[in-house]
């Protein structure tokens, strides 16, 4: 990925740009009162713990994290030993945007599979169990898969609990991705539950940064069984935070009274937006399913560099020629139709 403008008046290159939504960051103000114990024990951060498996089911254990990177690959490292590999997309973040930190720091082999859409399938796993118990290759232990996908596309509920059957046959773990989870539970008018526990993942990245949060994630164990040990991979990954009571007060904030889920709505909406004022464009096309909320388009390379003067996006590929806006919970209608204008001038320049 690659090009982006400097003197940006409005950036549609990731929803990591936009600020924190006003009532997370009120949520930090009134955490923000007093002395409390640290290192998660606080109060308000076991209250949250009581929230989160309100959300994830009762026997959920969960630890919360800075970053998406650590959440996936401390969470990974808690069920792999350094024989193990996780299977995944080519186009997951794992593989394609975690600059080798799977292998860095967690020890794991990552093996990319042929995806369709962003999606892998079991068709695309059974080949790789010919590799369990065969000393000379490392033994697939995890498999991952992202809701939404890095392409902004959804699995079906009925494709996650067909991984999950194939998995727990095969004596594999089912990991979820989960950075835009909200996103897709928008798109599919599910819960959290209903998109994960009750589909037979075992474990999940859940992300918040991306919906309206300053900086938080959590590592979601499900299948109480796994990452008994996480506590210790996650004060040794450096993830383990002293004041905890301002990652977790975002969480409360973020899960009470249906925020998240009015914050993916709008961001999901404005890419819809976008995509309806866009399409009709003569030398434009709408090159992926627009379900969440990013859009991916191919249009000419100059129309391209005409709007990077501009406007700030990603150039997802090369050739042939794509590139990727995203939009965020904060993301408007004006900004939208005006950004759409500004498409329709640069491909008819």
């Avoid at 009134?30 to 994830?56: C, H, I, K, T, W």
């Avoid at 050739?319 to 139709?337: G, I, S």
Wanted: one cysteine or more.
């Amino acid at each position: 990925m690659a090009g982006h403008s400097q003197n940006v008046l409005h950036t549609f290159v990731s929803d990591n740009t936009s600020g924190a939504h006003p009532e997370i960051l009120a949520a930090l103000s009134e955490a923000n009162q007093g002395n409390v114990l640290s290192y998660g024990q606080d109060p308000l951060s076991l209250r949250v713990d009581e929230l989160m498996r309100e959300s994830f089911g009762g026997q959920a254990r969960i630890h919360y994290v800075l970053t998406g990177t650590a959440a996936n690959v401390l969470g990974l490292r808690a069920m792999t030993e350094t024989w193990n590999s996780v299977l995944c997309s080519d186009t997951a973040h794992i593989h394609v945007d975690e600059c080798g930190a799977p292998e860095a720091f967690g020890g794991i082999k990552v093996v990319p599979l042929p995806s369709v859409d962003g999606k892998i399938n079991v068709r695309s796993l059974a080949p790789q169990l010919e590799k369990k118990g065969f000393v000379h290759h490392s033994q697939p232990r995890v498999v991952q898969i992202t809701q939404c996908t890095e392409l902004g596309t959804l699995y079906t509920p009925e494709e996650i609990r067909e991984l999950a059957d194939f998995c727990h046959a095969n004596g594999l773990i089912l990991h979820l991705d989960g950075a835009r989870l909200a996103n897709a539970c928008a798109a599919l008018g599910l819960n959290f539950r209903e998109m994960t526990t009750d589909l037979g993942v075992d474990a999940l990245s859940f992300g918040g940064t991306k919906n309206g949060m300053l900086a938080g994630e959590a590592v979601v164990f499900i299948n109480p069984e796994l990452g008994l040990d996480f506590p210790y991979v996650r004060k040794q990954g450096m993830q383990l935070v002293a004041k905890m009571r301002f990652v977790t007060a975002q969480f409360e904030r973020y899960l009470q009274d249906g925020l998240w889920l009015e914050n993916a709505t709008r961001a999901n909406a404005a890419a819809r937006r976008l995509r309806d004022r866009v399409r009709d464009i003569p030398g434009l096309t709408i090159t992926r399913p627009v379900q969440t909320n990013a859009v991916f388009a191919g249009l000419p390379r100059a129309a391209v560099d005409r709007l990077l003067r501009r406007y700030s996006f990603y150039v997802w590929r090369e050739d042939p020629l794509e590139v990727r806006w995203m939009t965020a919970f904060n993301t408007t209608d004006a900004e939208v139709d005006a950004f759409a204008e500004a498409v329709a001038r640069a491909v008819d320049a």
